[in-house]
């Protein structure tokens, strides 16, 4: 079993559409959470950074982080169909240096 | 430069052959990272340099991997004896001390 589960997709909504991406982790140690945006044949884009539990906001995206279930969302408001990427979630221990990562959620936001 | 820069964008190139891979990371920063993205995965660690030394090679997943860092800037992923197996992007990420890794687009290297 991976220690960091994300569930793949595709999920497709509509434009407008308020979105859930979610990932599991198993280690503990894990402190830091990351989600990072990916476009096709570009690399992971940082989005959102956070170290305890509860709720960071910026802008359209919310990273919700819920260490004793160890679960992690990010919440997309208002999709756009420039959302449409890979999102990524990635989380590392306090010494902070390999991040781990979860296989990506492909997102689809339709016009 | 304003990100991190890799070099070539793409590598095509004949099992068994030796191939370089080159990262420049954001100005300053002083930890820099290599990834390997197989296609529909999330990115796995590879190596791990604090200023030019690896810090944490425990990712490289045999002796035919292999990366320096000599003056604590540009970097360069070597891998000797390519296989079949190795064909996947190659990403770089740097990060100043322990905040958030910035990844370059990645080498994308094909092994035919």
């Known amino acids: 079993q991976k220690e960091v589960e994300q569930d793949p997709g595709p999920l497709s909504v509509p434009e407008g559409a308020i979105v859930s991406l979610n990932c599991t982790y198993s280690?503990?140690?894990?402190?830091?959470f990351m989600w990072y945006r990916q476009y096709s044949r570009k690399g992971p884009e940082l989005l959102m950074y956070?170290?305890?539990?509860g709720n960071k906001e910026d802008g359209r995206f919310t990273a919700q982080v819920d260490k004793s279930s160890k679960y992690i969302s990010l919440f997309i408001r208002d999709s756009q169909p420039s959302d449409s990427a890979t999102y990524l979630c990635?989380?590392?221990?306090?010494?902070?240096?390999?991040?781990?990562f979860g296989g990506g959620t492909r997102l689809m936001v339709k016009p | 430069g304003a990100g991190v820069s890799q070099t070539p964008s793409n590598k095509v190139t004949e099992k068994g052959k030796y191939v370089e891979l080159r990262c420049d990371p954001i100005?300053?920063?002083?930890?820099l990272y290599w990834y390997r993205q197989s296609l529909g995965q999330g990115p796995e660690f590879l190596i791990y340099?604090?200023?030019?030394?690896?810090?944490?090679d425990s990712g490289l997943p045999n002796d035919r991997f292999f990366a320096v860092r000599p003056e604590g800037s540009v970097s360069t992923l070597k891998i000797q004896r390519t296989e079949r197996g190795d064909s996947a992007v190659y990403l770089c990420?740097?990060?100043?001390?322990?905040?958030?890794?910035?990844f370059g687009d990645g080498t994308r290297l094909s092994i035919l």
């Open positions: 990420a740097s990060s100043w001390r322990n905040q958030p890794q910035h």
């Open positions: 280690n503990s140690a894990f402190q830091y």
């Open positions: 956070t170290y305890s539990s």
């Open positions: 990635a989380m590392t221990t306090p010494r902070g240096n390999m991040l781990t």
């Open positions: 100005s300053g920063h002083t930890a």
């Open positions: 340099f604090q200023g030019t030394g690896a810090a944490d």
